[in-house]
Antibody, heavy 120, light 109 residues
Framework: QVQLQQSGPGHVKASETLSLTCSVS????????WNWVRQPPGKGLEWIGY???????NYNSSLKSRLTMSVDTSKNEFSMRLTSVTAADTAVYYC??????????????WGQGTLVTVSS | SSELTQDLAVSVALGQTVNITCQGD??????ASWYQQKPGQAPVLVIY???NRPSGIPHRFSGSTSRDTASLTITGAQAEDEADYYC????????????FGTGTKVTVL
């Protein structure tokens, strides 16, 4: 059974960098692609971006200038960094495995979520 | 980027049927997937590939699509189905980007 375990700080100061890591167990990171999704308190889901095991990425246009994703296949884990955070970046952040069909993409396994609060 | 619009909230009597809809231009070209999210928990995939259920998802969940609207149907709703439901699809402007619906709160009466 595939499991995604997230790690990273729950508090970040405004203007600093948010960093999270997702460790994959029960399967290889060298297949599928690996996403980050966030959810502000009381609000809906927002796709942040994804990374392939090869290092190829695709980011949400609204976050692209501040976002970097990386992958470490030797550790079976992937990470995200979001710079210059503000209160608007306060959210629960999820990692999720992505799979692709002919006419769709979907997220079939999710991490437990990390509430990241940005404070001044 | 494209948008996917859902009703804010719907209610259903225990054992009855409820349809949750998701409307957006991207659905004319791509399928929607559906997720269930209970308070304080991560989303769970309930429908993918138009009308396929992952292992462990009850048969009472089904999906369909017509033109620009996708639907999730719960036939014989149970108390444990009370949750938020989100659709998700590719972005009509860039199929490598993804978008979630606005979410529907389902209350089982």
């Amino acid at each position: 059974q595939v499991q995604l375990q997230q790690s990273g700080p729950g508090h970040v100061k405004a203007s600093e960098t948010l960093s999270l890591t997702c460790s994959v167990s029960g399967g290889s990171i060298s297949t599928y692609y690996w996403n980050w999704v966030r959810q502000p308190p009381g609000k809906g889901l927002e796709w942040i971006g994804y990374i392939y095991f090869s290092g190829g990425t695709n980011y949400n246009s609204s976050l692209k200038s501040r976002l970097t994703m990386s992958v470490d296949t030797s550790k079976n884990e992937f990470s995200m960094r979001l710079t210059s955070v503000t209160a608007a970046d306060t959210a629960v952040y999820y990692c999720a495995r992505g799979d692709r069909g002919w006419l769709e993409d979907y997220f079939d396994y999710w991490g437990q979520g990390t509430l990241v609060t940005v404070s001044s | 980027s494209s948008e996917l619009t859902q009703d804010l909230a719907v209610s259903v009597a225990l054992g009855q049927t409820v349809n949750i809809t998701c409307q957006g231009d991207s659905l004319r070209n791509y399928y929607a997937s559906w997720y269930q999210q209970k308070p304080g928990q991560a989303p769970v995939l309930v429908i993918y590939n138009k009308n396929n259920r992952p292992s462990g998802i009850p048969h009472r969940f089904s999906g369909s699509t017509s033109r620009d609207t996708a639907s999730l149907t719960i036939t014989g709703a149970q108390a444990e189905d009370e949750a938020d439901y989100y659709c998700q699809s590719r972005d009509s402007g860039d199929k490598q980007h993804f978008v979630f619906g606005t979410g529907t709160k389902v209350t089982v009466l």
